[in-house]
């Protein structure tokens, strides 16, 4: 009965745990989260979903069944909670970008390296047959620095440096509930909510000026989106092949999308020698949609492999066909459907080895490939993405274990050019590593049930 109330306990202290941990995980990845100057529009860059085991194998995840690992990538896999289960995941995530354009027949390199938290989740029986799921990852990230120098100011009495800085993100909390009324077939709900803050920002700061009293203002602003909205998924499974050595899973997940409609404040601020000037904008809110998602996968899995694949579509084009950013600066920013591929291997040569760790190990390797949700000057953006990760047991016949994962990845795979200020320039080609490493707790059999001793 002790031990029963201890771990108890233990359930408690974790479920109160994740409020302050949202709270962090909200202020850590701000600002650091990523380093890319595609995160200048919209939402940001678009974070990669899943936990480390997933991620490691490509982001894979909407077909995969598992009763020893959360899955919260599809919301029908809470109803195959084991009952006397509580699955609990943990990761973290640092990243190392390289950017890098051609300019003036040069070639202009930045680098930027990150550690964030990057998820949060549980899963829970709640009857035979009837599971939940709660998960904190974030979905979008903002972080770029830049400047640009013009040479003509006021009719060529001077130079002006433009600078341009951006930080902030958004978070997305799930919670759903799952049911399989059949031992083959589950589905399930979740609402998502979606918070977070992007500040974004500019400056001019005028020098050389040759003529005149020298007394230009110098001009900053500060535009804040602030975000909060809830949206939906469905989703389901079914197992055509459902055995104790043997699994073969397909499935599917549809998110409604609707309205985002971030409130934007802008601040301008004008300086010269002799006063400082503020003005204030109270925008309506921007008309971003967040998408309808259709994601589909199959995932096949024996005592010795798993390997699966997923399709994800995601109508950013057609949800948000009528915004423009930045048009009146030379290069419009718009929105486009995107498309992506997930495959991805798992690989253990005997998980019950007694002599030989190495051969418990799981070995992970997946790939991504698909679109940016922004074209820029017409220009459409590809991306890819190659996984690799390794799986730790951390006792023999348990389930709790240490996942580590890489990933290289890289945005604008071909050259292209377009054309700023009546001047060719080429597109920003971005290179970037990942390491995650994730933490699977709480996953044994015996977790509620009662010990008796004669």
Not at 167 to 185: I, L, Q, S, Y
Not at 372 to 400: E, H, M, N, S
Request: charged fraction near 15%; glycine fraction near 10%; charge should be positive.
């Amino acid at each position: 009965m002790q031990r029963l109330n201890k771990k108890i306990f233990g359930v408690i202290i974790a479920l109160i745990a994740l409020l302050p941990m949202g709270a962090v995980a909200q202020t850590l990845t701000s600002s650091v989260n990523t380093y890319s100057p595609y995160s200048m529009y919209g939402l940001g860059e678009l974070s990669t979903q899943g936990t480390a085991v997933q991620r490691s194998m490509g982001g894979v995840g909407v077909a995969m069944f598992s009763t020893t690992a959360v899955n919260v990538m599809n919301p029908a896999a809470y109803g195959y909670t084991p009952q006397q289960s509580f699955l609990f995941n943990f990761g973290v995530e640092g990243g190392h970008y390289r950017n890098a354009q051609q300019k003036s027949g040069s070639t202009v390199k930045t680098a930027y390296n990150s550690v964030n938290i990057h998820d949060i989740a549980f899963q829970m029986p709640l009857a035979k047959g009837v599971g939940m799921g709660f998960s904190l990852t974030p979905y979008s990230n903002v972080g770029y620095t830049m400047h640009r120098d013009d040479m003509s100011v006021a009719g060529n009495m001077g130079s002006a440096r433009y600078e341009y800085y951006g930080e902030g993100d958004v978070t997305e909390v799930k919670f759903g509930v799952g049911w399989a009324p059949v031992k083959k077939f589950s589905f399930g709900v979740s609402m998502q909510y979606y918070w977070g803050c992007i500040n974004r920002s500019y400056k001019m700061l005028p020098s050389n000026i040759i003529t005149g009293s020298g007394e230009y203002a110098s001009t900053t602003g500060i535009d804040t989106y602030d975000v909060s909205r809830v949206k939906m998924q469905a989703g389901v499974m079914w197992n055509p092949i459902l055995k104790s050595d043997e699994i073969l899973t397909f499935a599917a997940t549809y998110d409604i999308g609707g309205n985002l409609h971030p409130d934007v404040v802008k601040y301008v601020y004008v300086d010269n020698l002799l006063q400082s000037v503020v003005r204030q904008e109270n925008d309506a809110a921007l008309p971003l949609k967040l998408p309808k998602q259709v994601a589909a996968g199959f995932f096949y899995q024996n005592l010795k492999i798993k390997f699966g694949a997923d399709y994800v579509y995601q109508g950013w084009g057609n949800d948000n066909a009528s915004i423009f950013e930045n048009a009146d600066n030379g290069v419009a920013v718009a929105y486009t459907d995107t498309h992506t591929v997930k495959v991805g291997v798992q690989y253990t040569p005997r998980h019950t080895d007694v002599r030989n760790y190495l051969r418990r190990m799981a070995y992970r390797v997946g790939a991504r490939y698909g679109d940016y949700y922004q074209t820029y000057g017409g220009a459409k953006i590809d991306q890819l993405a190659l996984t690799a990760g390794l799986g730790l047991p951390v006792k023999l016949f348990g389930r709790q274990a240490v996942d580590i994962g890489f990933e290289w990845g890289m945005r604008g795979l071909k050259q292209q050019e377009i054309i700023v200020d009546k001047k060719p320039a080429s597109l920003v080609r971005q290179n970037y590593f990942k390491f995650s490493i994730g933490l699977s707790l709480f996953g044994e059999d015996d977790w509620f049930v009662q010990r008796k001793y004669r």
